[in-house]
C-alpha cells in the first residue's frame, strides 16, 4: 500500500515560517485533489488547504494570506508554505491525495508544527 510521507515540521518562533512536503512511497495515478488537514490538541481536525486537479486553491480562513499550498504533478508532491507562524499554528500536520481509484484517498502519518511564542 502507497504511504505519504510528510517533512518539513518542527519547532520555529512566531513570525517565523516553515515548508511542508509531502510525497508518496510509490506510484499514484489519476491524482485529483490534495490538501493538508492538522489537528491540534483537543481539537477537531480542520482542513487547512487543498488544491484541485486544475490548480485552484482554498484555504481555511485562519490561514489565508499566511499559508500558499502548490504541487508538483510530476512528483506527485504536496507542499505547504507556511509564513507569519502563530501559536495556534502548533498541530500536527497531515497532507492527504484523492484519487480517481480505489482507495481514492492516502494520508501521512502527520508532522508535528509546533510554534512558540
Known amino acids: 500500500q502507497v504511504q505519504l510521507v510528510e517533512s518539513g515540521g518542527g519547532l520555529v518562533q512566531a513570525g517565523g515560517s516553515l515548508r511542508l512536503s509531502c510525497r508518496p512511497s510509490?506510484?499514484?495515478?489519476?491524482?485529483?485533489?490534495m490538501g493538508w488537514y492538522r489537528q491540534a490538541p483537543g481539537k477537531q481536525r480542520e482542513l487547512v488547504a487543498r488544491?484541485?486537479?486544475?490548480?485552484?486553491?482554498n484555504y481555511a480562513d485562519s490561514v489565508a494570506g499566511r499559508f500558499t499550498i502548490s504541487r508538483d504533478n510530476a512528483k506527485s508532491m504536496v507542499y505547504l508554505q507556511m509564513n507569519s507562524l502563530k501559536p495556534e499554528d502548533t498541530a500536527v500536520y497531515c497532507c492527504y491525495i484523492g484519487a480517481d481509484f480505489y482507495p481514492y484517498n492516502y494520508w501521512g502519518q502527520g508532522t508535528q508544527v509546533t510554534v512558540s511564542p
Open positions: 510509490g506510484s499514484i495515478s489519476s491524482i485529483n485533489a
Open positions: 488544491i484541485s486537479r486544475g490548480g485552484s486553491k
